[in-house]
Structure formats: C-alpha cells, structure tokens
C-alpha cells in the first residue's frame, strides 16, 4: 500500500536509492563522475558564484562548510599527498613549463617586486636556497660529461669582449657564463660560453641567452637599468 504521508513516501524513495548504490554503484561511478564533471565545467561560473553569495550570507553555512573541508583534509592527508607527488611524477615537465612561463610573466609585469621577493626568501631560507645551489651544480656537472673549454679559449673570450661583461659592460669579478645552460641541453665548449659578471650571471640563472636579455631589454624600456 502506497505511503499517504509524504515524508515516509521520501524516505522510502532515498532507501530504494541507497539500496540501488550499493548494488550498482561501483559499475556506474566512472561514469557519474564524469558527467558531474561536464555539468560542473559547461556551468562553473555559475556554481560558484551560487556558492560565493551563499557563503558571504549565511555566516552559518560558512562555518559548517570550514569544518566540513577541515575534517575530510585531515581524513585524507596521506592520500592527497600521494595522489600529488604520483601526479607530479607523471607530468613533471608541463608542470615545470608552466610554473617557468607563469613566473617569468610575471617577472615581465614588475621585475623589480619579482627580484625583492627572491632576495628576500633567500634571506628567509638560507639552507634551502644553498641546498638548490648545491644539487643545481652536480646536475651541471653531469651534464657536461666531462667535457670543457680550455684555459686559451677562455683568455681569448674574454679578449674578444675586452674583458667586460657580455650583458652590462661591467669588468668586476667576471665569469664564465653559459648561454644555454647545461641543464637545458647546452654543452660545455667555448662556443656555448660568455663572460658575465657575478651579477648577471647569478640573475641569467637557468635562461638562456636569449631569454635573459630580452628581460634586460624589459627592464631598459622601463628604466630601471641604465642603456
């Protein structure tokens, strides 16, 4: 006999669900997920602004959702963290492209808040910066397979640029600088060398050539290094 009352004929109906999920629910859960997926991205902007107006309004709602979020990353510390590092491991490249591109955008927009914010966390992690330091030059080493310039070609490089540095003309504390870095693919014959002050040198870091001096270029336009 059918329920007169229309909270147990609701019950009932979530029961009957909940029954048919756990017989079936293993076989039509990729496929859920997917179209949950398309819905969500054919109408993001909506969602989420329904979510922001509700969040703003209902200081309530708000806080049950914080908990809610806190309690399921607690129960699910370890898992995401593995499910990061496998994705990491996996698209490592692209993902290192992208963060690349992002910065060096970003250093384009303002490279004078760009550069203070690196001096800065250096100064704030100092043993992690020197660590970066120390595993950037075994990865170099090893990539120049034992292979170098020598001591002539280096003295008549230098010759070449009167001794100055190839990025700014200075002459203090000039070094061997590569043009496209050995992490890069670059190799480590005269052909691939350029004299650089510490200072560009330490700020070219892992660009190339080309890259770097079209950040100079950048920064010339805007005034914030001399022509």
């Known amino acids: 006999m059918p329920y007169r009352d229309p909270e147990k004929r609701r019950a009932a109906g979530r029961e009957a ?31 989420l602004s329904t979510k922001r107006q509700r969040y703003a309004s209902d200081p309530a709602f708000a806080e049950r959702l914080r908990l809610s979020n806190r309690e399921w990353y607690q129960r699910n510390r370890e898992s995401r963290r593995e ?23 970003k250093y384009a927009e303002n490279p004078r808040a760009w550069l203070d914010y690196y001096k800065h966390w250096r100064l704030r992690n100092l043993e992690r910066a020197r660590n970066y330091g120390r595993v950037s ?15 002539e070609e280096w003295e008549a490089r230098l010759v070449e640029h009167a001794g100055r540095c190839a990025y700014c003309g200075s002459m203090e504390r000039i ?44 920064e010339r336009r805007a005034g914030l290094v001399a022509s």
């Open 83 to 105: 499910r990061k590092r496998s994705y990491y491991a996996k698209n490592a490249d692209k993902l290192r492209a992208h963060e690349r591109e992002r910065n060096r955008r």
């Open 137 to 151: 030059k075994n990865k170099r080493r090893a990539a120049a397979a034992g292979a170098h310039f020598t001591f």
């Open 175 to 218: 070094e061997a600088d590569h043009r496209i870095p050995l992490d890069r693919g670059g190799s480590n014959e005269i052909g691939n060398i350029l004299p650089a002050c510490r200072h560009c040198n330490r700020r070219k870091h892992r660009r190339t050539e080309e890259e770097f001096r079209a950040i100079l270029q950048i």
């Open 17 to 47: 669900v909940r029954r048919w999920r756990r017989r079936h629910g293993q076989q039509y859960a990729p496929r859920r997920r997917q179209l949950d997926h398309e819905r969500y991205a054919a109408n993001r902007e909506s969602v």
